[in-house]
Every structure is written in structure tokens, then in C-alpha cells.
């Protein structure tokens, strides 16, 4: 029984004890130990485990799919913004959003053309009317935007100089091929050549198409020239325009021309520049509608359950093993250190449901997508916004899980 | 050279009128290398005596020193250090489920700055040869009887070279043969390394192996005995 003769440190412990003023406990194992201890806590029962990682995976997917469908909203909602080629823009005051837009006089597009930076302006009218899908001889209601073909307003996906020239004719109209199913098989129609329908009860040839695609305020679209669209939006006064679009002679400053022009006009129509026009719209869904509001608050369900899930795992972690926790304390362990375990276990938790999660948003976004006909897109922002609101999840369930170890006494081992 | 030197200790729980006074004035010294059992009834204060010396809880009233460190007025971060250099063995093992057994020791090590994770485990593994765990290193504790998980216990509160090991009723889990078995292999190896041990127990089976014996009443110690 002399097995551990050799290893036995020469010096009695007795014979170099310190002074109690001088003795202090060596640094504690870093962060290696205590992230081992926790990985092995929580392999050893696997059914724990799972459930405290389907929290994590819930919560993950919770939150990529409200974060993917409010993004996806602003992105789309915007799409018609981003693309109008002009350098200032007016619209009504009581505006709230361009496809329910309040239309304004033409006659302050003509008052704009008196600033010596303007060069050119141009309306746009813009209404929901209803499209009879050739096929199904079903109605759906679609945007239909009035352009003058000549001032190549919009930039949207495929809209070259032959699409503009075809529009030019009477009761033609541009469709778009990214809407919905739903309003009939255009591209195959067009394939043939071009083809008549019905919008809004008055006949009209299909004679190209554009891609713009679905958004929250439509699900598809389709662009008219100005004759074209008085003709089939029966009713609206061409006097009235919804958004006047402002190009500036090259070298204007358009800071100060929009602020020229927020002089020079009366004060029932807004001036934005390209950037404000597209904000102006963002904040509609964000704060008027509200479905930002919507959206942000199925982020913070997501985390608050994924944190009470997390969090009740740990805290009946620490319950279970109050024993072993004390027994480490009565050996010198420290409340630190224990802390550091719980914390690893957490963060344990967060990386490891965020990898499922995150492969399981992948898959919902490609469903997603081919449902709704409006893209979802994880970009590795995106991914990496949401890891982090995992992993502030995870040690927020875990600080307040730390609490329970207070209750971990040493002496009470001696009972 | 005393492991433990104890004078004029009081200890009280509780305060204002309510508070209960569990230990009267306590005098005790127990020289290093020595292996001191302590007995009484329950309520007698052994196990508060105990924690006291164990650094487990604060000193009110008195001196105790233990392994040269006056206990008396220390700080958190000074009895946590004391601990570092304390065996303990507790009545329930307390053992770590999810680490087998050699690992349950080497976290007695772990704290060691000095030795790395092949030392450690080397040491650990040593000393469960020394307990005559041999062929039970990578068992885990749910596959061990309790007499094995006690050995294991043992060989936790050694393995860092303890200059004093502190053991609460250890052979209460345990039945009689067994009990003294483990008892006595500890006292084997104590004595063996120049330990000292202080045993708080019941059982009369096991005061053989002692060689002192004191018993606590009230608080107080009353038969201080030679075995």
C-alpha cells in the first residue's frame, strides 16, 4: 500500500503552512474545466438534453421566421421605391403608404419645373384594380401602375426599351411574371405571342412582362401607359397624380432642392428624396400598420420561451446536483467557478440548438418562399444577429439559474 | 506540531432571544499525524464543532486553528484556500454521476495550478489503487456499491495530500464489515502519509481504529478518553 509513495510532495503541510494573513487560493482552473464539466453534466442524460435543446431549436426558429418574414415585408414593400429613376419625389400629404395613396394636383409637378435644378418631372398613378385570370375566369386584385412609357420611370427586372415601346399602343399593359399563380400563366400565354384579358372589366392586351413580384400590399403587379390607365382606372380625375417623380439637371444639389421645393409648394403634398421615399414606406409597416410591431413581438415570445425552457433546465440542474455542488465548494471550489459551469452549460446549450435551428429556418425559408411567392433570405448577418440573440438568451437563463447555487452550502454536507 | 488547536470556542445560531448556543467554550488540541474520533448524541454540537474546523462556516467566539491558519476574523478567500488543504469525506459520497471514478478524484487535483490533466489523472489513479479500486478507475459511480463509492470518496480526500481529513458518520451508508473495512484502510493510509484525521461518528464498531476518542454533550467536551 505504498502505491503513491513516489508521487508524495516532500514537504510537510504542517511544517510550511502560511500565515493566515498571507494565505490566498490559487487561481482557479480557467474557463477549460468548467466548460468540460458542464459538456459532461449534460451528456450524461441524454433525454434532458433534447428537451432543453428543443427549447433552444423552438426559440431559434421562432425567432429567424419572424425576423425573415419582417425583413422579407420591408424589402418587398420597397422594391417599387428602389427602383423609380428620378432624384426627388412628391405625394399627398395624408399619404400613408404608395398602394393606398392619397393623389395630389398635377399642377405642383408644373410648379416644380420653375426651380432652375429641375430638368424634368413625370407622374405616377398607381391603383388597385381587379385582374380576371384568363384561365379560371377568377378576379384578383393587382397594382397597376400609369407611367408615361417615354420617361423610363421604373427600373423593375426586364423592363427594356422594347417593353416601353410596346405600351406606347392603347390598352396594352406590361404583366408581371414574379406574382402569384393566381392570376393566370402568363409567361406560357406570352410564349404564343400576346395575348387579351380582362382588368378591371375592360380589355387589354398582355403584350410583355416585367418581374417585380409579390409583396404585403399585392400580390402582383402590372404597368400601363398614362391613356391606358384613365381608361381602364374609370373614375380617376388625370388631374390627380399619386407620386410626382423629379429628375435635377446633373450637378444639382438635392438637399437644397428639396428644400427649395418644400418652399416653393403648398403645403399638401411631401418632398422626399430616394432614400426618405423608401423610409417613408418601411415606417408604414413598421409603425402604422403595425405588422412590424407584429413581427418583433414574435421575436420576444421566441426568446422569453426559449429562455424559461433554458432557464428551468439549468435551474433543475443545479436542484438535482445541490449535493455535488456543495461537496465542490467544501473542497475549495469557488462560487465563481461554479458560475463558470453553469454559464458553459448554457452556452453549451445556445450553440448547439442554434445549429439545428438554424438548419430548420433554412428549409422553412425555401417552403416559405414557395408559398408566399416573396423571398426569405438568411444572410450570414441574419444568422449571425440571431446566434447572438441565442447566446444573450442562454446567459440570461443562465444568470438567473446561477442564483439557485447560493443555496449549495458546504456545511450543510455535515448534516 | 498541532493539526488542530482549539480555545474558548463558542458557536450560536440564531440571535436575540431566540438564539441557541451549540457550542460552550470549547478547548481541544489534536496533534498532527493523530486520529481523533469524535462522538455524542445528536444535537451535541459534533457536526457545528465539525464545519468549524472544516472552514465551513465563520468563527464567532474563541480561537481555532487549524493547519496553523487562525480561523478567527478570516475572510472568505481565506478559508476557501484552508479548504484546498482539508480532506473531506461525507456521509453520502456526494460523488460526481457523469465523471467516473479515477476523474472524481483528479477533481480534487484540479485546482493545482502546478499539474497538468496527465499528472492529475495519473495521481488520481494511484489512489484508487491505494484504496484497492484497481480495476474500477473508469467506473462510473452508479455501477459501484456503496462501499466502493466510499473508498472512492477516500481516495478523493487524499489524493491532494491533505494535512488534515475530515470525516462526517462515514460508515452510516455502509453495513458493519464494510463500514469498518473502509474505516480502516483509511486510517491505514492516514497514518501511512503522516495525516491527521478528526471522525465525527456513531459507531461504536469502528473505535478501534482511533487513537483518541472525545465525546461531546451540551456542547461541551465531556470524556475526553485515550483509546
Known sequence: MNELAPLARASPVLATAPAAAAIQPPPAPGLRLPFRLAWRQLRHEPARLAAALSGVVFATLLIFMQIGFKNALFDSAVLVQNSLRADLFLMHRTTEALWRSASFPRARLAQALALPEVERVTPLYVANVPWRNPETGLNRTLLLFGVDPTARLLGFYGLDDAAWDAITRPDTILFDERGKPEFGPIRSLLAQGSFFGELNRKRVEVVGTFGLGATFSSESNAIASETTFWRIASGRNPAQVDVGAIMLKPGADVAATKRALQALLPDDVMVFTRAEIAQFERDYWAKVAPIGFIFGLGVAIGLVVGCVIVYQILFSDISRHLGEYATLKAMGYTNGYLARVVMSAALILAALGFIPGLVLSLGLYEIATAQIFIPLHMTIPRASFVFGLIFVMCVVSGLIAIRKLRDADPADMFR | ?227
Open chain 2, 1 to 227: 506540531m498541532n493539526a488542530v488547536e482549539i480555545r474558548g470556542l463558542s458557536h450560536r445560531y440564531g440571535a436575540g432571544p431566540t438564539a441557541l448556543t451549540v457550542l460552550h467554550d470549547l478547548d481541544l488540541t489534536i496533534p498532527a499525524g493523530e486520529v481523533v474520533l469524535l462522538t455524542g448524541p445528536s444535537g451535541s454540537g459534533k457536526t457545528t464543532l465539525l464545519t468549524l474546523i472544516g472552514a465551513l462556516r465563520a468563527v464567532q467566539t474563541g480561537s481555532c486553528r487549524v493547519l496553523g491558519i487562525e480561523l478567527s476574523n478570516a475572510d472568505e478567500r481565506t478559508r476557501v484556500a484552508l479548504r484546498r488543504r482539508i480532506g473531506f469525506i461525507f456521509q453520502h459520497h456526494n460523488l460526481l454521476g457523469f465523471l467516473s471514478a479515477r476523474e472524481n478524484v483528479a477533481m480534487a487535483l484540479e485546482l493545482d495550478p502546478d499539474l497538468d490533466e496527465a499528472e492529475r489523472l495519473a495521481r488520481a489513479e494511484a489512489m484508487l489503487h491505494a484504496v484497492g479500486l484497481a480495476d474500477k478507475v473508469d467506473a462510473y459511480p452508479a455501477l459501484l456499491s456503496g462501499g466502493q463509492r466510499q473508498r472512492v470518496a477516500i481516495a478523493r480526500a487524499l489524493v491532494h495530500e491533505p494535512g488534515l481529513i475530515l470525516a462526517d458518520e462515514p460508515t452510516a451508508a455502509l453495513d458493519s464489515k464494510t463500514g469498518h473495512e473502509t474505516m480502516a484502510l483509511l486510517q491505514h493510509l492516514a497514518k501511512e502519509r503522516g495525516r491527521t484525521v478528526f471522525i465525527v461518528t456513531h459507531d461504536p464498531r469502528i473505535h478501534d481504529i482511533a487513537d483518541r476518542i472525545v465525546a461531546m454533550e451540551d456542547g461541551q467536551l465531556v470524556q475526553p478518553a485515550t483509546h
